[in-house]
């Protein structure tokens, strides 16, 4: 997963999930800078996306579990 962050009008990234998490942690990020990431109908704020990017994460590990179940012969 690729996000993007945009403080003040300037954009910032790509970065990974684990990026976002540890700059988070640091303190160079805040809950209020915006994120956005492929599936993100606008830029949100990170308190916010963060549900959005495990849910997306979720749904990703959901269907590659579908694939390989399928893919299965018995």
Do not use: C
């Not at 684990?18 to 606008?42: C, H, I, K, P, S």
Request: without cysteine; charged residues 25%; aromatic residues 14%.
């Amino acid at each position: 997963m690729i996000i993007w962050i945009s403080r003040d009008s300037a954009r910032y990234g790509p970065y990974t999930l684990t990026a976002v998490l540890r700059y988070l942690e640091e303190g160079d990020l805040n809950f209020d800078d915006l994120a956005w990431t492929v599936g993100f109908a606008e830029w949100t704020p990170l308190r916010e996306a963060l549900v959005g990017f495990f849910t997306i994460l979720d749904s990703a590990k959901g269907h590659q579990q579908t694939e390989e179940g399928t893919s299965k012969s018995f």
